[in-house]
């Protein structure tokens, strides 16, 4: 038979069909949330090649000037372009989300891993800190890091990233727990593998595929503390572009009706935020489906 | 009952270490951290000699573990020290706004509750309907709403656009000018002398900030609601009692409804914490003076001690609701006292 693309296509697309028939509704749930984070992040990295103006071009056009043809999501007191702004906040966000939940998964999953297989008094001193830690409300945490460590991207990722730590470790704890009693951990043990061996070649590959659905969750949280505290003004200077700033730059302009000001910069928070959250809820029903009936 | 006594006892004891540990990391991060209290509130160019008398002042130059020490006693007799920028004890100024944070976020709670329990339950009964897939929809893109933005188009929409209700502060001017302190707590002592268009005044003012709060919270409780009563629904009291004729309202929001509740309370218990921070951000959205609004402005001001007070008086909070929840859960389910 002649290969022909679009029946090639066409298959894939049939395929692509089957498997939401497959899972039904969650499948959906996944591949929408992950077509909004994808076309956030093409946005993010082709910002240059959308944006019309410069996010800091002080002179695109009248000052807080509605939506319009020119500037589709009008113009701030400063008159810049909002659109301009938005499309370029979407890089700090993204970045400061990201790395923050990399870090703290990275530190929480070790501590998890080691704590959950040594047992003992250190896993008894560990999980109390996490625990303490894990009951601390977590947006407050980050405001006392952020105002500590002052403004900059590398301080408010480590004041996000620092709140999410427990959430992995309590997870990669629980399952080490279970794990290790599995007879295949205590097959490698018979055949006298070491510790090492055991922790990162029989424990931490059962422990990730976990991981994987609480990240894509605790990305989506990330996304609305970083908001929260520059919103706030904390954790950024004011030359980085980003969401959470513009919102509380246009809260000012709130009680005259500039309602442009922050209604997209929010809108694009929520929809980030929606797009990691769905795509953690439907990977999380199609991995794992016994997860989330909690 | 002794078994009940047992519990709370032994429960308050594990509070003990986890707050020791709460007080601890606050005192890391507020003291060891990089930045310079006293010279930062002195301004950057004071004399090497004023800064260095400041910092013996505020006992700043001893060792840290004697500062740790002096930290954890403070705490213990409840004293947060003094403000460094206004002439203040740090609890008074806690006092003052603490009861406008309680009553934010009972009510943001109670709406929360109101909302997603009774959707949840709904959305059970009507499961795999248009009605359940529209209600879980909501339940993942309201949790996904900052809870300072859904404050902000809320203040747009009813402030701003139709002018019905007020976005910013407690009370109307006319209201603030008559002094009714007594608890703090604006509901109550509106009651308490009786003062019916102060009431109204208060609660018109608590609405859009408690509405904001308790939608963003309702998702969680819609969706652990629903996933709590599906079990119940399957459960053979609930088939009795529609075998035994009983109405199927009844059984679902009666019956049922009741003992999916227990696991709900867990939840209130876990999600204060988080509503402890949205009640922040509403705060600062809603010019709500209370605890958040009052760590804002310090933070802005560098004022250290009130600072770490606010922080240490939100730890102690969380811990205290968490042993209060827990003692409840106990009382209501015997099965956890074992």
């Not at chain 1, 498997?19 to 076309?39: F, P, R, S």
């Not at chain 1, 599995?182 to 595929?209: C, D, H, Q, S």
């Not at chain 1, 996304?223 to 919102?247: F, K, N, Q, R």
Request: net charge positive; glycine share 8%.
């Amino acid at each position: 038979m002649r290969f022909s693309p679009a029946a090639g296509l066409g298959k894939l697309l049939q395929r692509f069909m089957g498997q939401g028939k497959k899972y039904g509704m969650e499948w959906w749930v996944m591949i929408i949330g992950a077509t909004i984070v994808l076309a956030i992040v093409i946005m993010a990295f082709c910002a240059p090649y959308i944006a019309p103006f410069s996010p800091y071009d002080q002179n695109t056009g009248p000052q807080l000037s509605p939506p319009n043809n020119i500037h589709i999501m009008g113009t701030d007191n400063l008159q810049r372009d909002v659109w301009s702004r938005v499309v370029f906040g979407s890089q700090t966000i993204l970045r400061v989300a990201v790395l923050a939940a990399v870090l703290s998964s990275v530190v929480g999953i070790t501590f998890g891993l080691i704590s959950g297989f040594a047992g003992g008094n250190l896993d008894r001193i560990f999980s109390l800190i996490m625990d303490s830690v894990y009951s601390f409300p977590g947006l407050i945490l980050a405001i006392a890091f952020a105002a500590m460590l002052g403004p900059g991207v590398v301080n408010i990722t480590l004041a996000v990233a620092v709140i999410y730590i427990p959430t992995y470790f309590r997870l990669v704890r629980g399952q080490t727990l279970a794990i290790k009693e599995e007879l295949y951990v205590e097959a490698a043990k018979a055949i006298g593998a070491t510790n090492r061996v055991i922790l990162w070649k029989y424990i931490f590959p059962n422990v990730i595929a976990t991981t994987v659905v609480v990240f894509s969750m605790n990305v989506a949280d990330a996304i609305m503390i970083e908001a929260a505290l520059t919103y706030l003004g904390l954790g950024l200077p004011p030359s980085v572009v980003d969401w959470g700033m513009d919102l509380a730059m246009g809260k000012k302009y709130l009680p005259s009706g500039q309602w442009w000001l922050i209604t997209f910069p929010g809108a694009m928070i929520s929809l980030l935020a929606l797009g990691f959250t769905m795509l953690g809820e439907g990977l999380s029903e199609i991995l794992n489906p016994r997860l989330l009936e909690r | 009952m002794r078994n009940l006594l047992k519990y709370i006892i032994a429960r308050t004891l594990m509070t003990i270490p986890m707050v020791f540990i709460l007080l601890t990391i606050v005192f890391v991060v507020v003291r060891i951290m990089p930045g310079d209290p006293v010279s930062t509130m002195l301004g950057g160019h004071a004399p090497e000699s004023v800064i260095e008398k400041k910092k013996h002042e505020l006992g700043l130059d001893r060792p840290l573990a004697v500062q740790y020490v002096n930290y954890l006693w403070q705490i213990c007799r409840l004293d947060l020290g003094d403000s460094m920028v206004f002439k203040q004890r740090v609890i008074k100024a806690v006092e003052d706004k603490l009861p406008a944070t309680l009553e934010l976020t009972v009510a943001g709670m109670l709406i929360a509750l109101l909302i997603g329990v009774f959707t949840g339950a709904y959305a059970a009964d009507k499961r795999r309907s248009a009605q359940d897939y529209l209600l879980r929809f909501y339940g993942i893109v309201i949790y996904c709403i900052p809870v300072y933005w859904l404050g902000l188009m809320l203040q747009l929409i009813f402030g701003v656009w139709l002018h019905v209700l007020p976005i910013a502060g407690r009370t109307g001017p006319r209201v603030f000018a008559s002094i009714f302190e007594k608890t703090g707590f604006y509901i109550l002592d509106t009651i308490w002398i009786r003062d019916w268009a102060a009431l109204g005044d208060v609660l018109l003012h608590l609405f859009l900030p408690s509405l904001t709060l308790g939608l963003v919270i309702s998702g969680i409780f819609l969706r652990l609601t629903r996933a709590n009563m599906l079990d119940v629904l399957r459960s053979d009291y609930v088939l009795a009692a529609e075998a035994r004729g009983i109405r199927h309202r009844i059984v679902v929001y009666k019956h049922a409804l009741k003992n999916a509740f227990i696991p709900i309370l867990t939840m209130m218990g876990l999600q204060f914490a988080q509503l402890i921070c949205n009640a922040l951000l509403t705060e600062t959205t809603f010019s709500w003076p209370g605890m958040g609004r009052l760590l804002m402005e310090r933070i802005y001001l560098r004022d250290y001690p009130t600072i770490q007070g606010t922080i240490v008086i939100y730890a102690l909070l969380v811990a205290t609701i968490s042993l209060i929840v827990d003692i409840i859960y106990a009382m209501v389910d015997p099965r956890i006292r074992y």
